[in-house]
């Protein structure tokens, strides 16, 4: 691969660099992922990556998001300044050092940018290594954001993982935390049960809708400070969902 290094430079392809893309705009690009990411630098020091999602277990075929995504990058425009909206808060549930580093959106028929996921980590540490501290996916429908509520085998939740099936705002919450046995639902948010062995996820699903969506947090627990969150059962506290428009906010996690 030729040209500046890519490790520093755009942490969303770490350790996945697939070799050097056509220029985008004259700027250098690169391909991760085998060919289905596309990373360039649009500004100094500043880069953009776009990635061709799976659809469930098919994956998006490499020789057509090469065709695809360099038309993509060309047409995207920076500096835009409508905000992007959340169909949730998360006031108090994270350390005042990490911030919103990624979202996920989708355009609605007035414009909005209404966004389905939210990552929130350590700003350094994103920055230099690509690590994401929490995830939050939020959608009127189940499994919107890739992730959903699976016991199955095989599925979102590990054999070796403790469950149990809290209440919040009326809805059934399956929470997972770490840990190598068994336990019965505690029934209240932040006590999911005996903890076992420290592993690195810790996820909390809805099993209905809550507040008309379906929601999944994800927290990364060898990230640093994730133990300031006070574990996935705080999270999970301090989460507002909501479909109504007039709930959303374009400051997720001030506050």
């Known amino acids: 691969m030729s040209g500046p290094p890519l ?3 755009c942490s969303e392809l770490t350790g996945q660099a697939s070799g050097l893309a056509p220029d985008v705009r004259g700027r250098i690009a690169y391909w991760g992922n085998g060919g289905t990411d596309l990373a360039w630098q649009y500004a100094p020091d500043s880069w953009a990556v776009l990635q061709a999602q799976s659809s469930g277990s098919t994956p998006f075929p490499a020789a057509q998001a090469k065709s695809l995504l360099p038309e993509l990058a060309a047409s995207v425009k920076f500096g835009q300044t409508r905000l992007i909206v959340f169909p949730f808060k998360l006031s108090g549930a994270v350390p005042a050092d990490w911030h919103a580093v990624s979202a996920t959106y989708t355009v609605l028929p007035t414009g909005q ?23 939050i996916d939020a959608a009127e429908t189940p499994g919107a954001g890739g992730n959903s509520c699976d016991t199955s085998q095989g599925g979102a939740v590990a054999s070796t993982s403790v469950t149990s099936t809290v209440r919040k705002d009326g809805v059934s919450w399956l929470v997972e935390s770490p840990g190598t046995h068994a336990t019965q639902p505690s029934g209240q948010p932040g006590q999911p049960g005996q903890p076992g062995l420290p592993e690195d996820d810790a996820t909390a699903c809805s099993q209905q809708p809550d507040n008309g969506l379906y929601a999944y947090a994800d927290l990364k627990l060898d990230t640093t400070g994730a133990a300031r969150t006070g574990g996935i059962g705080t999270v999970l506290t301090h989460l507002r969902l909501s479909a109504e428009q ?8 001030a506050g």
Do not use: M
């Open 7 to 9: 490790s520093g430079r």
């Open 246 to 253: 007039q709930n959303w906010t374009s400051t997720p996690v």
């Open 113 to 135: 940018y209404l966004a389905n996921q939210l990552d929130v980590a350590p700003y350094a540490s994103y920055e230099e290594h690509g690590v994401t501290g929490l995830i």
